[in-house]
């Protein structure tokens, strides 16, 4: 089954607009979020993995980025090639 949600390349992120609120409402899913973001990093700074992650932009589209997470802080996941997404626009991580 293919996944409806764009794929977008790494290098098209600084065009898009992304909110200042949480698209995530439940505590529970921030918290799962959290968590594979940390994942993420590991896979990444440890294996050279990738990961797809589907983020929002503030119009409300969905998108997906295949990518690997060099860094993460309170407020943002650093990228390969130095790209980066709001942690608060970050619907879910896939891990292949």
């Known amino acids: ?40 990093t590991s896979l990444g700074n440890i294996h050279r993995g990738k990961v797809e992650i589907t983020f929002q932009t503030a119009d409300g589209e969905k998108k997906r980025v295949d990518t690997t ?15 980066y997404i709001p942690i608060n626009s970050v619907l879910g991580v896939e891990f292949f």
């Open 1 to 40: 089954m293919t996944n409806p949600i764009p794929l977008v390349e790494k290098e098209q992120l600084h065009a898009f607009n992304f909110a200042q609120e949480d698209v995530l409402t439940d505590l529970a899913a921030r918290n799962k979020r959290r968590w594979d973001i940390s994942r993420a």
């Open 69 to 83: 997470v060099w860094a993460v802080d309170d407020l943002f996941m650093v990228l390969k090639a130095g790209r």
